[in-house]
């Protein structure tokens, strides 16, 4: 389903295509890419995006399963309006906005979902068992980590419920950018990426 905006069938929308708010943490491009890869997405696939920011993965997703449905859920109002401010630019009709938090308010999602992006959380694990509990059959968990107490939470997490299929990778990116007279390569934050299948 491409956008006027994005009239394409792969991934990896430039970052300067979205709206954003000052402070509001947003996926880069080239981590999208990672994110998106692991989560294996089908034309029909039910995606959860939880702490879903700026709405970038909700917004990829949403173009790459025409047939599924989004459910991006954040918990602070002015960003929810963002990404749904975000959603009518690239024209899509597929992407739910959920304000709330997880994993609180995720008991009141009805669609069980086929793939879940996690974006960072404070209740990490709560937010993993939950999520578990919903998380249909041969479903793919996909979470980031942007420092080693998340990390390790994951990895807890992932072995408590014996996640199959583990994989964890690093981002190292960089981008070339022009800084005075110069051409210089600057590094994108590095992210951890671990995903994994629930096989039962």
């Known amino acids: 389903m491409p956008s006027p905006l994005w009239p394409y069938t792969s991934p990896g929308i ?16 080239e981590v999208r890419l990672l ?36 459910f991006a859920i954040e918990r602070d109002e002015e960003v929810a309006n963002l990404i ?14 959920i304000e709330g938090s997880a994993p609180e308010c995720l008991e009141n999602l009805s669609d069980r979902p086929h793939r879940v992006c996690i974006e960072g959380g404070r209740q990490i694990k709560l937010i993993l068992n939950e ?24 990895s807890e997490g992932f072995a408590e419920l014996q996640v199959r299929n583990v994989e964890v990778v690093q981002s190292a990116v960089n981008r070339l950018e022009t800084r005075g007279l110069h051409q210089t390569f600057a590094a994108i934050n590095p992210i951890f990426i671990l995903s994994g299948e629930k096989l039962d």
């Open 14 to 29: 430039p970052d300067e295509l979205f709206d954003r708010l000052p402070g509001i943490p947003m996926s880069k491009r």
């Open 35 to 70: 994110l998106i890869s692991y989560l294996r997405l089908q034309p029909d696939s039910i995606v959860w995006d939880i702490g879903a920011g700026t709405g970038t993965i909700p917004i990829e997703t949403g173009l790459l399963c025409p047939q599924g449905r989004i």
């Open 84 to 97: 749904k401010k975000n959603c009518d630019r690239f024209g899509l009709d597929n992407v739910e906005v």
């Open 131 to 154: 999520v578990w509990q919903r998380l249909l059959p041969t479903g793919r968990v996909v979470a980031t980590a942007a420092n080693l107490e998340s990390l390790y939470a994951i």
